[in-house]
C-alpha cells in the first residue's frame, strides 16, 4: 500500500496562477484533511471531508476550494493564488469510526508551494 | 473551537537526557490526544495518542500524561537518541464537529545533541 500520496511535490507559481494539488489514498478511508503548515503556526486546517461528494470548511478556507469526487481522491484548488499561500501542504485521511470516535490520522509527504 | 497551546517551541536536550514537551487545552469535553512526530521533509506521525479515561499511556521510551482537571497533557521521551530529533505536535479534537477534526499545537522542535 502507497498510503497518502500528494502531487506535485514542489511547485513555484507566479500571484494570479491557478494550480490543482492532488491528494491519493487506498486505504478506503472515509475522512480526508487537508492542512497548511507555515512557521510557528502548526498545522492548520484547510478544507475537509467526510466521504464522497462531501466538503466543508477549515479554519482558514478562504482562497482555497476543494473536490471529492471518488473517495480516494482530495483535490485542493487555488484559483488565483497569493504570496500568503506559501506554505507546505500536508494532505491526511483516517478511517471513519463515528462522530466522536477518534483515530490515527495519516499524512501524506507533503507539497512545497512558493507563490511569487 | 478548540484552543490547543505547546511549550517550549523549541527544545535542546543532550542524548541520554529526557525532554518533556506540554500542552493545553480549552474545551473541557476534548477526549483524545494525539502526538505527532514529524521528520525533516516528511509529513507528521502519529507515535502515541491518549483517551480521557487514562491518566498515563506507555510505549517504550516514550509516555503521554494527561490532567484533565487542569486541561493539559504531556508527551515524555526518556533515553533521548539522534533520531528523536524531529518536531513534536500535540493536538485535541473539536468535541462540537462529526468529523473528528483536530486542532494542532504549533509545535516543538526537538534536537538531541551527542
Known amino acids: 500500500n502507497a498510503g497518502v500520496t500528494q502531487t506535485p511535490k514542489f511547485r513555484v507559481l507566479k500571484t494570479g496562477q491557478s494550480m490543482t494539488l492532488l491528494c491519493a489514498q487506498d486505504?478506503?478511508?472515509?475522512?480526508m484533511y487537508w492542512y497548511r503548515q507555515d512557521p510557528g503556526m502548526g498545522l492548520r486546517l484547510i478544507h475537509y471531508?467526510?466521504?464522497?461528494?462531501?466538503?466543508a470548511k477549515g479554519e482558514v478556507p478562504d482562497g482555497y476550494n476543494v473536490s471529492r469526487l471518488k473517495k480516494q481522491n482530495f483535490l485542493l484548488g487555488l484559483e488565483s493564488a497569493a504570496p500568503s499561500q506559501t506554505s507546505v501542504y500536508f494532505c491526511?485521511?483516517?478511517?471513519?469510526?463515528?462522530?466522536?470516535?477518534?483515530?490515527?490520522?495519516?499524512f501524506g509527504p507533503g507539497t512545497r508551494l512558493t507563490v511569487l | 473551537g478548540e484552543n490547543v497551546e505547546q511549550h517550549p517551541s523549541t527544545l535542546s536536550v543532550q542524548e541520554g537526557d529526557s525532554a518533556v514537551i506540554k500542552c493545553t487545552y480549552s474545551?473541557?469535553?476534548?477526549?483524545?490526544f494525539p502526538w505527532y512526530k514529524q521528520e525533516l521533509g516528511k509529513g507528521p506521525q502519529l507515535i502515541i495518542d491518549?483517551?480521557?479515561?487514562?491518566g498515563e499511556k506507555k510505549d517504550q521510551r516514550i509516555a503521554v500524561t494527561l490532567n484533565k482537571t487542569a486541561k493539559h497533557f504531556s508527551l515524555h521521551i526518556t533515553e533521548t537518541q539522534p533520531e528523536d530529533s524531529a518536531v513534536y505536535f500535540c493536538?485535541?479534537?473539536?468535541?462540537?464537529?462529526?468529523?473528528?477534526?483536530?486542532?494542532f499545537g504549533t509545535g516543538t522542535r526537538l534536537q538531541v545533541t551527542l
Open positions: 491526511a485521511s483516517r478511517e471513519a469510526r463515528g462522530p466522536n470516535l477518534y483515530n490515527e490520522q495519516f
Open positions: 486505504m478506503n478511508h472515509e475522512y
Open positions: 471531508s467526510v466521504g464522497e461528494g462531501t466538503t
Open positions: 474545551d473541557s469535553a476534548s477526549n483524545y
Open positions: 491518549i483517551r480521557s479515561n487514562v
Open positions: 493536538a485535541a479534537p473539536d468535541p462540537a464537529g462529526t468529523a473528528s477534526k483536530l486542532t
